[in-house]
């Protein structure tokens, strides 16, 4: 069969239904045996600013989204303006005919610099200042509009008034049909979609049949997708994945303070928080579920997490930038008093609030430093679903095993991109008990007498101790004795050593492809399938590239990553920040710089033609620096 | 023999200093308790206060300053069967940690916090501390304090509170029996206590104090507590509590202002919730059986498959 690869956006306004759209189409997709990734890129606004969903279908697997897309769906006039630059020869634009008129000038929305942009933009070509103007310059490069009267459509398929309600499922269902999707499958989407409410559902499949007969009246089917042979499968998030993996690995209690993107992971596990259990297991005997808890504020978040898990309880919190720099102190604290705790940073754009709600990469060295004074942490990075799954499980483990905190970053991309996903095998995964203390009187909680610098842990409730901030003995009461304080603080960072000796390289560093090859890529997070793609389309052009793979930042794989860059003819590095920060942190520990960079910080997901495009102009062109621009 | 919950450290407070009642009556209240050791858990922020877990024999947790509540919030949800008492400064807990003390009213989680009001930041040496009054200048003081005053007691009322008492560190009897039945009290209580400061605080001494409190429970007729038998007086309890909470000048109460046994604990309102909460809170269940998990993602998240 030839190759399917599908781009698609569907854009609308914030609070139109562009969540439920999208999750049509992924769904229509995923049962018809297609491979779909989605990513959602919104403003930090509640009801009416642009928002969309970049799509990308394939017959294999799909890590990365691309422009230009095949078709963009336009629930609004803005979303027309917004992606002109987003199209090629023979995109198809579906959208409602009444936009035709809708000015510029109105589209009050849009925010005013994109505005003066899109407007320079039609002067200097000619165009009118409104979306008939716009639709001709895409015309002149090659896309096909398709205008529908979506009030008319679909005021003949429901009488009940409110015509607007289902515009998204409208374009969702014309999408589908333009791509010669089985109706069937959009129609068992709807009853997925909404569940048991036959209300809404009834409405919904008159829809769903106009759509189709529409296109079909008008011949606007652009393809027939074939079946597929369809698995049993996850259609999740990085949100989902990370919630996933962490009760998988034994959470049972998590804090937070609402933020952007990071609380959807604690509203999942709220949602789920009545457990159940392996077949086979003695269900009677195992009872319980996760505790969530809202928090006045990430201090008292971070704190709480804390003290739950000084209790035996495998616990963490939640959070992104803003809220990480209220844990800082916390932080401390948790390395001082070794205590297992798992702190999830979603990152998004800073500096401050920042781009609340957009992608950012920017927080790496900051989790790195995080809070005062000299102590152990372990910093690792997920670039997947299937990652966030296996990380958040290893999180615990490391927090349980080394007794630090343990900070597991999440990019938003990530956190809000959906991917199909096999269902995580529980049974593969390891979950790890600490060293625990034997429960007599005599227990010393932060004993000395260790060989790898792990004191067998206490829990409140079950012995007697004492943490305290300060500087302390084994016992855990204050200490300034200078030969104390250095015995502590060894023993402390051997526990660092020992983490090195024990996690295997593979949660560390990998090289994905060839051992040798002309070009060697270096990133992180959200960035991975997307430059393995890359890879892959470089190798179609002759050029033999790599991927070395960060996972593990804290401790430092320092001598394979040495080892690997040492090897490598020409590195460069990709990531969704300013100032390069992996490669600053490879620098500091093996002293190799990487000078040829791709970055981005405009905040919007990284897509496979930009970094195609910049790594050309690296390999060919010689440049050394480029930044990447696209998204809307 | 019964636990009498000192240990070896050295206390190194000032000679005089109030929070040695304090330790007096705390220590004397989990004896006559009969507390088990292990299932007391000591919790403290950053201060002289913040120091009083070291000198008792039982689980302690000298944590962060003003993050006491936080912390101690955190070991009792996860362990509800513990008891949990916190012992904080003025400027702990309602300066640097005020929003933790207003959220903790909230939420009624069934901790007690052990305010040791002594008007200043003792381990800082001196400055003002939230509940010194406005223009009041101590010795340490460079010019008479700018700041208004909190009302600890009001505070906690309007909070949430749902047990509220002051006492008074030279009296340790009847602080001993306010430490008692705030244990026992199923819902978060708070305990002001007026601790003189001898090295810091020269203008509310010991001797200043002595002359002005007086005990609610001489009043025969005082009833600070509402039950399911009295639920319908409770508005005029409520705002008796608040009109004694006000007198904080000439004559100063002390003894439990306000005890409200109707009212939801936290763990009590997420058993509502999280099933088998109470019976089995996440610091009891097993998590794993030869180093498997026992979840099963699959249908713990059935609603994310697709087929
Ligand atoms: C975040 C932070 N800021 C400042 C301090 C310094 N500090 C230590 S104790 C203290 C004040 C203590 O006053 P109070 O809470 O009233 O306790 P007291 O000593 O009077 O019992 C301060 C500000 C600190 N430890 N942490
Ligand atoms: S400074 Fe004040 S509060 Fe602190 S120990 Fe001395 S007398 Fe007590
Ligand atoms: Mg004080």
Redesign the interface.
Known sequence: MENVDLSIVIGGPQGGGIDTASSMIS?AF??SGYQVISVREFHSNIKGRHSYIHLRVKNSPVRSVRYPVDILVALDPDTIFEHHEDISKGTRILYDADFETSELSQARMIMRDTSRRIKEMLESTGHTLNVKGVLEYMKSKGAVPIPVSFGNVVSEAVSDGTPTRYFNTFGAAATLAVLGIDKNYVEKVIR?VFGNKEKVIGPNIKVVDAAYDYCSKNKLRIKNLPDLE?G?????TGN?GSA?GK????L??Q?YYPITPASDESTILEE????????G?NTNL??????V?Q???E?????????????????ATATSGPGFSLMA??IS?AGMDEIPLVVTLYQRGGPSTGLPTRNGQSDLLFALHTGHGEFPRIVISSGDVKECIEDS?RALNYAQRYQLPVIHLIDKNLANTTE?VD??D??S?????PDKSDGKDSFSRFTLDTKNGISPI?????????????EHDEK???TEDTWMRDRQMEKRFLKIETCEKEVPMSERAVVIGPSSADVTFMTWGSQKGLVLDVIDALGKKGIKANLLYLKMFEPFPSEFVSEVLKKAKKVIGVESNMTAQACKVIKMNTGIGIENLILKYNGRHVTEDEVMDASLRIIEKKEKVVVLKNGA | MAHNFR?D?AIDWCPGCGDFGILTALTQAFTELNLD???L?M?SG?GCSG?T??YI????????HG?G???????K???P??KVVLTGGDGDLLSIGA??F??EGRRNTGITVVLFDNQVYGLTKGQAAPTMALGMQTKSLTRPNVFGQVNPVALALASGYTFVARGFSFDTKQLKEIVKRSIMHDGSSLIDVLQPCPTYNNINTMEVYRQKVYKLEDDKSWNPTVNESNVDHYEDIYQRAFVKALEMDKRIPTGVFYENNTIPSFPRR?NE?????L???????????N????????????D????
């Open positions: 769904k995923t049962y997925s369809m049993k499968k996850m259609l999740l989902d996933i009760v998988i690995g034994g049972r209690f804090t789920h928080e009545e457990l159940k259990w392996m077949e297991e195992i009872t319980g579920g996760v505790t808890v928090a006045e504020d201090i008292s978040a971070i704190n709480m997490a804390s003290g739950a898990a000084m209790t035996g309880t495998r616990s102190e916390a604290f499980v199909l269902i995580p529980a049974s995964l390891k979950v790890q008990e206490g829990f409140f409730g079950r012995d007697i101790f004492w943490l305290t901030g300060d855990g009461h204050v | 240990t450290v050791p292990k299932n858990a919790v950053i120091k877990p070291h024999n039982a689980a302690g947790m000298h944590t962060l993050r509540i936080p912390f101690a919030t955190g070991l949800l996860a362990n069967n513990l929003g933790h207003v959220a997420l919730h999280v099933k088998d909460y019976s089995s809170p996440p610091a009891l269940q097993a998590v794993q059986k180093g498997k998990s026992l979840v099963d993602p699959a249908n713990s998240f059935a994310k498959i697709l087929q």
